[in-house]
């Protein structure tokens, strides 16, 4: 998806900055490129079950449990 603002007669460069700034919030385009960039792959629930066990552990043994 892209933007295409183009300047209007007598407009200064902050107003056509501002304008595109708006434009681009408006779309969600760069909050959906975040989300993307740092998207987590899903872990099924014994994985996540066995990290946490795991962590648990650490903790434990870190603390002299």
Not at 19 to 30: A, D, G, I, K, S
């Amino acid at each position: 998806m892209s933007i295409v603002i183009s300047r209007r007669e007598h407009e200064g460069f902050e107003v056509l900055m501002r304008r595109f700034l708006r434009e681009v919030q408006h779309t969600r385009l760069l909050s959906e490129a975040k989300r993307k960039r740092y998207r987590e792959k899903d872990l099924s629930r014994t994985k996540k079950r066995q990290i946490a066990i795991r962590k648990a552990a650490r903790r434990r043994a870190k603390r002299g449990y």
